[in-house]
């Protein structure tokens, strides 16, 4: 009996020493920034549909300062035009988890 209580126990006593391991990764995904003479620009990256840089609704003065655009990894061109001109054509490459500031002349 004694040796079934303590085999019993024994066995509560290593299991309870585990270690458990893991990896915690976030998502892959990468930010751009606007920054210069942005407002009414229009942005292209690669090959997906132009937007337009505008500033958020309600705000009497442009602040591109929390306005980050959302993009993966990787490699991507970008071309910035305004008023039909292209003013920055640019070719980066974005880490994940990093936000590259992009500046319109």
């Known amino acids: 009996m004694k040796k079934a209580v303590l085999a019993i126990a024994a066995c509560l ?4 020493c585990g270690y458990q391991e893991g990896v915690i990764q976030r998502a892959e995904r990468s930010y751009l ?9 229009v942005v292209q990256i690669d090959s997906m549909q132009s937007f337009t840089l505008t500033p958020p609704t309600g705000d009497s003065k442009p602040s591109p300062d929390n306005t980050l655009y959302q993009v993966s990894p990787g490699r991507h061109r970008i071309r ?5 001109l292209m003013v920055v054509d640019r070719v980066v490459i974005l880490e994940n988890q990093v936000t590259m500031e992009v500046q319109v002349p």
């Open 13 to 16: 006593v290593l299991s309870a």
């Open 33 to 41: 920034k606007f920054t210069g003479n942005w407002p009414n620009a």
């Open 80 to 84: 910035v035009t305004r008023g039909g």
